[in-house]
């Protein structure tokens, strides 16, 4: 069974950086797609970014040009990059692997907040 486990989340202030990470346990990684979720107090897990096995990123429109998804296959890791944090930005971050479109695990999510 796959276990995905986040990591990097904090406290940042707005303007500030942070870089999600995502291990993966298990052989399969590679051939999965991987997402970044995330879900604000009170509201629902909404989608982030992903990057397919192949390599190809899809970003919701609110953190287009500031999170950069990636990833390692040689570590098993997905990574989220965010840039020019904002506010809104706070919520848990999830980390979701796919196959043809349909969840195989979720991360138990790390704690991001933007805030001065």
């Known amino acids: 069974q796959v276990q995905l486990v986040e990591s990097g989340g904090g406290l940042v202030q707005p303007g500030g950086s942070l870089r999600l990470s995502c291990a993966a346990s298990g052989r399969l990684f590679r051939g999965r797609d991987m997402g970044w979720y995330r879900q604000a107090p009170g509201k629902e897990r909404d989608l982030v970014a992903t990057?397919?096995?192949?390599?190809?990123?899809n970003y919701a429109d609110s953190v287009k040009g500031r999170f950069t998804i990636s990833r390692d296959n040689a570590k098993n890791t997905v990574y989220l990059q965010m840039n020019n944090l904002k506010p809104e930005d706070t919520a848990v971050y999830y980390c979701n692997m796919m196959l043809s479109g349909i969840t195989l695990a979720w991360g138990q999510g790390t704690q991001v907040t933007v805030s001065s």
């Open positions: 990057i397919t096995s192949g390599g190809s990123t």
